[in-house]
């Protein structure tokens, strides 16, 4: 979402639009989004959301309204309960301002520190799953590079703010992620997929190694890290199959889905899914 409203903010400035600024400066209790989650309105759009509902469709007509009249910044206290439209049950306090050129480029600044700050997720296959998973994963809250030595196979549109890798070199994605990166393992080769997997679990500080693949795929690379010396420990980090959830569905798009929703319990969110953010049940 950060690389979508910083896209969406530079063109508005380079065509001259005005841009208000709607921000949860306050939640108490039981609400949709966050103190500190912000949306952009222009006359015509809007980018982010501040969650959606009554909520959002009266702020956006009063950021609009703020764009045609001028004037301060405006705080209004919403409870989200009784007559609001809304059932949340908390409260929010709301600040509505249109940022001066300082102040866009203090939220540009503000966008691209939280794009650096998110966590890297590396994606290695550009098959039919790697698409699909390119395309699902793209807009959550990490950045992902995808890699893979064929540039037909990414396919004729690549998502806002992924990094492409079309050299194969997968080597140095995977020395130089910082620790606590993540990585999907989907290429067109078991053996490339063998070699990948094992130099994620030998640097030993990935929170989330996910092999696509079926549990007999599963025990045939452990048996290929046992013999290599990896410890127990390291190869019980792997994730394989990746997005099982007791779905019989092989069709990409409901994998990439799949998969998806592992990635932000599992990797994004490890601590809320009971900490467990790594490993994977071996039975078949």
């Known amino acids: 979402m950060s690389m979508e409203m910083r896209a969406d903010l530079v063109r508005w400035r380079l065509s001259g639009q005005p841009v208000a600024r709607v921000r949860v400066s306050d939640a108490r209790g039981s609400t949709p989004r966050e103190a500190g989650t912000f949306m952009l309105v222009t006359p015509t759009e809007q980018s982010g959301t501040i969650g959606g509902g009554d909520l959002e469709w009266n ?3 009063q950021a609009r309204r ?22 949340c049950g908390g409260e929010v306090r709301l600040t509505l301002d249109v940022p001066d050129r300082a102040g866009l480029d203090e939220i540009l600044a503000q966008l691209e520190h939280l794009r650096r700050t ?27 590079a995808w890699c893979d030595s064929r540039p037909h196979e990414f396919g004729p549109s690549i998502p806002a703010g992924v990094a492409v890798h079309d050299d194969g070199a997968w080597e140095p994605l995977v020395a130089h992620a910082p620790p606590g990166s993540g990585a999907l393992v989907l290429t067109r ?45 390291r190869i019980a980090t792997m994730v394989c199959p990746i997005g099982d959830r007791g779905v019989r ?32 049940d071996t039975s078949p």
């Open 59 to 61: 702020a956006i007509h």
């Open 66 to 87: 703020l764009l045609d009249a001028g004037g301060q910044a405006l705080v209004q206290r919403i409870s989200l309960g009784g007559n609001s439209g809304q059932c």
């Open 118 to 144: 998110q966590p890297l997720l590396l994606l290695f296959g550009a098959g039919h799953v790697g698409r699909a998973l390119a395309h699902v994963l793209a807009p959550l809250p990490l950045r992902l």
């Open 189 to 233: 080769s078991h053996a490339l997929d063998s070699l990948i997997v094992a130099s994620l679990l030998e640097r030993g500080d990935f929170r989330y190694v996910g092999l696509i693949g079926s549990h007999t795929k599963r025990r045939r690379f452990e048996a290929g890290f046992r013999q290599i010396g990896l410890p127990e420990e």
């Open 249 to 280: 569905d092989k069709r990409p798009a409901v994998i990439a889905a799949l998969v998806a929703a592992e990635i932000v319990t599992r990797f994004l969110h490890p601590a809320q899914a009971g900490g467990h953010a790594n490993g994977d």
